[in-house]
């Protein structure tokens, strides 16, 4: 389907890109927001996001997924935009999680409302750093393989591996300190 709007789009069919926007804008915003952390930032991302993909679309090589191009490009330009504004670089910190906190981890999951569950992760998600968060978000909302990310995100699979450890454990520690795991 992306291959048929993708040649109309170089044919001159400027109104054909329109397709792109409605299919992917939604999940552009979703990765753009975990990594600028502000609503109106990613929206201000995902927008110079379209505006590159369809300028470089004649540059788009058909032996790779659309959605993975478009979201690297997304990734691409979050990063950027956090470079110019000179946000903090991240601290590196190693963590360990125990069988325990892992099962305190799932359990506290599994009991929030969807609601709830979708407050609480875009409030947390503001407080891990942004290569942590986009990495979660493709995993774990998005459901990519690492494969996939690595691929968006040019990650090598061990940087991969590696962000999704650091990640779920600042998401644990964040829960955990925020009392989310115990009842009430």
Same mark, same amino acid.
């Given at each position: 389907m992306d291959a048929h709007y993708i040649n109309e789009v170089l044919k001159g069919n400027? +109104? %054909?890109f329109g397709y792109f926007i409605r299919t992917y804008q939604n999940k552009a915003f979703g990765v753009a927001i975990s990594i600028v952390k502000s609503e109106d930032d %990613?929206?201000?991302?995902?927008?110079?996001s379209f505006i590159t993909a369809y300028s470089s679309l004649v540059n788009f090589r058909n032996d790779a997924k659309f959605s993975t191009w478009f979201y @690297?490009?997304?990734v691409n330009t979050a990063l950027q935009?956090? /470079? @110019?504004? /000179? @946000? /903090?670089?991240?601290?590196v910190v190693e963590y360990s999680i125990t069988e325990d906190e892992k099962t305190a981890f799932n359990n506290a999951i599994g009991q929030l409302e969807k609601q709830d569950l979708k407050r609480l992760i875009k409030r947390v998600f503001k407080k891990i750093p942004a290569k942590e968060t986009?990495?979660?978000?493709?995993?774990?909302?998005?459901?990519? *393989?690492i494969k996939e990310i690595e691929e968006i995100t040019a990650f090598? $699979? *061990?940087n991969v591996k590696v962000l999704l450890h650091?990640?779920?454990? +600042?998401?644990? $520690?964040i829960l955990k +300190?925020?009392?989310i795991n115990k009842p009430y």
């Open positions: 400027t +109104n %054909a %990613a929206k201000d991302v995902v927008q110079d @690297r490009i997304v935009f956090i /470079k @110019r504004e /000179k @946000r /903090k670089e991240e601290v986009v990495v979660l978000q493709l995993h774990y909302i998005d459901d990519l *393989s090598t $699979t *061990s650091r990640g779920r454990a +600042n998401f644990y $520690t +300190n925020e009392k």
